[in-house]
């Protein structure tokens, strides 16, 4: 209906990017593009007008549309552009073009194809660089040559495609990744920019896939110094996914920064500066947290290791942050004590509240000052401890 409608206002309409090579594979695709030669809002607004119950927002800033159906099918519809870049990692000055130079801005082949939607052509493929036979060859192929240096996030991209859709680089992609690296590329770009596509790559659930592929493109710098150097890393964080997982299924609604959890092991074995010097340019949400937690780790995990009470163990955990314990859980084999102090911490010792309060004491003839915040404290101990459980037992507990 869209490519009908387009027509009428005299425009093509073509399914684009992701969403082709999504269906290429038999993939869900996440979201649908629709690339337009003619005026966006126009089509939108005709769209809108033909369904009732759609929904239709304008970013006029970027010349796109979303168009959300009463089934909740969502569309995103852009204008077909060119793209030029005035400097190497420089976001890109744009002008409209058809829909051959929109496929030929993009980042790789098998993301510049392109259906038909226009009913003169309907379900065309357009497939000028040659992304099918990429996609069936297990390839990831730029299309020109100054692509990575264009837009170093493409680096990042790209490795999140491959490890996807289990692609290798071609050839002379490798080579220009390469060429971009040794022009130190990464440096021109923001530190947002960056931290928002190596966030993108640690929230990937084939992190084996990730580390191969770190590996093979030489991109460990921008995560820490030197690649780890065996398997340990991999299989704690692999374990930091887990307990990531467990912690949602056991708190749901909580929220909790995942990829926090990853970031404290990366950089739990490394010099703090090398974390230090990073987070000052990521915007990580956090990341001071993180930060803490990387300098106490060390020490909270052998105190613990040495703890006899719960509220001993208690109070070490709630020296970290969330991720960081469950960090820390990682570290651990499932059964060990720590292991189980932790969880224990999060599902039971976290949330108690003392069973007396300052005022129930004051009531009981304690005069307020120092020797009250001392009782206090103590008895809260003998809560997490087990010691007593309600205000009666409380009672009793200070009685004796
Ligand atoms: N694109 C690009 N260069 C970038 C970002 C995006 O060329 N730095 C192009 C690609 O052609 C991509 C399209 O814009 O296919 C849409 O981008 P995006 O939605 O981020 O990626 P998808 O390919 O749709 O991938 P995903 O499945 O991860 O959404």
């Not at 928002?196 to 030489?218: S, T």
């Not at 739990?268 to 993180?290: F, N, Q, S, Y």
Request: charged residues 25%; negative net charge; proline residues 7%.
């Amino acid at each position: 209906d869209i490519g009908r409608t387009a027509a009428k206002l005299g425009t093509p309409a073509y399914l684009v990017g992701g969403c082709v090579r999504d269906l290429l594979q038999n993939h869900p695709a996440p979201d649908t593009d629709l690339a337009i030669e003619g005026d966006v809002r126009a089509v939108a607004e005709a769209c809108t007008a033909q369904l009732s119950g759609m929904q239709c927002t304008y970013h006029p800033q970027f010349g796109t549309a979303i168009l959300e159906y009463p089934d909740g099918f969502r569309l995103d519809l852009a204008r077909c552009r060119v793209e030029h870049y005035p400097a190497p990692a420089a976001l890109p000055e744009v002008r409209p073009g058809d829909i051959v130079a929109d496929l030929a801005r993009r980042d790789f082949t098998i993301n510049a194809m392109a259906i038909s939607l226009d009913p003169g052509s309907f379900g065309d493929f357009l497939d000028p660089h040659g992304g099918r036979m990429d996609l069936q060859h297990g390839l990831l192929r730029v299309l020109h040559p100054l692509s990575f240096v264009d837009d170093p996030t493409r680096i990042l991209r790209g490795l999140r495609f491959a490890v996807r859709f289990h692609l290798r680089l071609e050839p002379g992609t490798h080579v220009l990744l390469k060429t971009a690296l040794a022009r130190d590329i990464f440096a021109r770009l923001s530190g947002a920019r960056l931290w928002r596509e190596l966030k993108y790559v640690l929230e990937l659930d084939d992190l084996a896939g990730v580390f191969e592929k770190l590996d093979a493109w030489q991109l460990w710098p921008l995560l820490r110094p030197v690649p780890p150097k065996s398997e340990t890393l991999l299989s704690s964080m692999q374990r930091g996914q887990q307990e990531i997982a467990w912690f949602h299924r056991h708190c749901p609604g909580e929220k909790l920064f995942d990829t926090a959890v990853l970031l404290t092991l990366i950089w739990r074995h490394i010099p703090w500066a090398e974390a230090e010097k990073r987070l000052h340019c990521w915007p990580v949400t956090d990341g001071h947290h993180i930060l803490r937690d990387l300098q106490f780790l060390s020490e909270v995990s052998e105190a613990l290791a040495k703890a006899t009470r719960p509220s001993a163990a208690a109070q070490l955990w709630a020296s970290l942050s969330l991720p960081g314990i469950l960090a820390l859980l990682a570290e651990h084999p499932e059964s060990d004590a720590v292991a189980e102090s932790g969880r224990h911490y999060l599902l039971k010792q976290r949330g108690l509240k003392s069973p007396l309060s300052g005022r129930d004491l004051q009531a009981m003839g304690l005069a307020p000052g120092p020797q009250l915040g001392k009782v206090l404290r103590r008895l809260y101990e003998a809560h997490l401890d087990g010691e007593i459980e309600d205000k009666e037992t409380a009672r009793q507990w200070l009685i004796r």
